[in-house]
């Protein structure tokens, strides 16, 4: 959240180690004044109280009227491991590092409703007001078997009753089964499609339009468009035709991304979001984490009403330092690659504009793959040469390229249009260390190339991840990778071209980045 000038991150943490451990996690707490230098300020709640001795899980924060921040989290219990939603507040809003939270007598505030199977009840969203003045704020529930997400109002967010319509989403059979669990809901308005500004989370005038996101247990977290009714506390999807499982919803993100939450920035006036990206070697001890925070990304609503657009927050760019722009001639020619070179690899912001005038070379598409483009992408992977692609970038790469990790494009021809797949391929960004997850990460992207001759990517490269943003941030594609050269030698950037006719590139610029501080004391 934003408060007082500051911004605060709260997350997850096992004070006794890096890993998950006994699961009686506390909430960190770092602050930082731009998005990119933290400090840490100590632990913002620990298990130490009977409604959440084990465990201060997931949950959101809030600022009330006249500047109070409030905690909703969910704890587990010490009489009967139940999950159940917690209230904290800060001692001192007038801090702006928020050093001190206070927990009431009167928790859990929601206790587990008898309707709740599975002790599946967690991560409060964060709450907002509707036009009746009421708070409000969604819960995921397993129902009954099915994942659902159950909205509670409040006057005065002490005392909470459940809304007794029916919940605020619920999810259908997947081939035959509803899932039962759903993880870190988000409800928030947007402004006016095209429009970059974010909303308030209780902005609900006439018209405007909300963005339901849910995380599943198949690590992905997905997202609809609609319209949220506040006098009935319902959602209305703008595509109805997608489902009500949130699987056949847009992806958030098409790589390994989960666990997202956003937060109204009243600073930028804004909408930001923040996703956990955990690690995929099984590591975590050695390392010191589990995980890491992506990219914080700025949000809104695309020109057509029911996509969001994605793009890392203007702050990163003060990570910039030395620039290189186009070193060779425009063209990478069939089966070539070209270095991009003068720069630290491993701490990388690229964007490149690639032109496609070739399209007479596209191979045609297996209706099969519509469906399943990291099928596609496992089977046509980089070192695939086809007709128009794939070409894209080449980063954290060995000097010898054995080992590397290639974002690219390739370009289908389908029935009488073309479909273009974005891909992030793994197989060949380890080399032979065990324990890595080596997946092929696909999407196909909504572009009209017969109208737009060019497709755009920007990559952002911090040593063991990358993220992709495509499309001016229509699509985004998250990976992990830990290659081995990279503690014994530099890592390198190329652009690469492994079709069968010459691609321009139109524009190239790659900064190298410098280091973040974070949780250092030298932030505040």
């Known amino acids: 959240m934003y408060h007082n000038g500051m911004y605060h991150l709260f997350y997850q943490y096992n004070p006794r180690g890096p890993t998950w451990g006994d699961g009686k996690l506390s909430w960190g707490h770092s602050v930082s004044g731009d998005l990119v230098n ?28 006249g500047g109070r921040p409030a905690i909703l989290y969910t704890g587990m219990d010490d009489a009967d491991k139940a999950q159940v939603q917690n209230v904290a507040f800060a001692k001192n809003p007038s801090d702006p590092l928020l050093r001190e939270w206070e927990k009431p007598s009167c928790n859990p505030v929601i206790p587990m409703p008898a309707d709740v199977t599975g002790n599946n009840f967690r991560d409060p969203t964060e709450a907002w007001r509707g036009r009746d003045g009421l708070w409000r704020v969604a819960v995921a529930a397993e129902v009954r078997g ?80 609609g319209r949220y009714d506040d006098e009935a506390d319902t959602f209305a999807p703008a595509e109805p ?22 937060f109204y920035d009243a600073r930028k006036k804004r909408r930001v979001l923040w996703a956990w990206v955990d690690e995929t070697d099984g590591g975590g001890v050695a390392r010191g984490w589990a995980g890491i925070q992506a990219f914080p990304r700025a949000m809104w609503l695309d020109a057509d009403g029911k996509r969001l657009v994605q793009w890392p927050v ?11 722009g186009l070193q060779w001639a425009t063209e990478v020619e069939a089966g070539g690659t070209k270095e991009i070179a003068g720069i630290v690899g491993s701490q990388a912001d690229v964007q490149v504009v690639f032109e496609v005038s070739n399209l007479e070379d596209a191979e045609t598409l297996d209706p099969k793959w ?41 370009v289908f021809r389908h029935t009488d249009k073309y479909k273009v797949l974005m891909c992030t391929d793994l197989t060949k960004s380890s080399g032979k260390a065990e324990g890595v997850k080596i997946p092929s990460y696909g999407a196909f992207l909504d572009v009209d190339l ?9 990559t952002l490269i911090d040593h063991t991840i990358v993220e992709s943003f495509a499309d001016g941030g229509r699509t985004c594609m998250t990976a992990r990778m830990y290659p081995e050269h990279a503690t014994t030698s530099s890592s390198r950037l190329y652009a690469f ?22 949780n250092s004391e030298d932030v505040i």
């Open 38 to 65: 933290w400090a840490d300020v100590g632990n913002a709640l620990d298990p130490t109280s009977p409604f959440d001795v084990n465990g201060c899980w997931s949950g959101s924060a809030t600022v009330l009227p």
């Open 146 to 225: 099915v994942g659902s997400l159950l909205v509670y109002r409040s006057a005065d967010f002490l005392h909470w009753e459940r809304n007794a319509g029916a919940p605020l989403h619920v999810a259908s059979a997947r081939d035959g089964d509803a899932p039962a669990v759903l993880e870190c809901p988000d409800l928030f308005p947007m402004a006016a499609p095209g429009a970059i500004e974010g909303l308030d989370v209780s902005a609900s005038h006439a018209g405007v339009l909300h963005v339901l996101k849910l995380s599943d247990f198949a690590k992905e977290d997905h997202y609809m468009v």
């Open 241 to 262: 035709d997608r489902g009500g499982d949130c699987a056949n919803w847009r992806r958030l993100d098409h790589g390994h991304l989960y666990a997202s939450k956003s």
């Open 314 to 324: 203007e702050e990163i760019e003060t990570l910039r330092r030395k620039r290189v």
């Open 370 to 410: 519509l469906q399943d483009p990291a099928g596609l992408s496992a089977e046509k992977g980089a070192s695939v040469p086809g007709g128009v692609g794939p070409f894209g970038l080449l980063v954290m790469a060995s000097g010898d390229l054995k080992e590397h990790t290639a974002v690219f494009f390739r």
């Open 450 to 458: 017969e109208k737009d001759k060019t497709l755009s990517l920007r």
């Open 497 to 518: 071209n492994y079709g069968v006719g010459a691609l321009k590139v139109s524009k190239l610029e790659a900064w190298e980045l410098a280091t973040a501080t974070v």
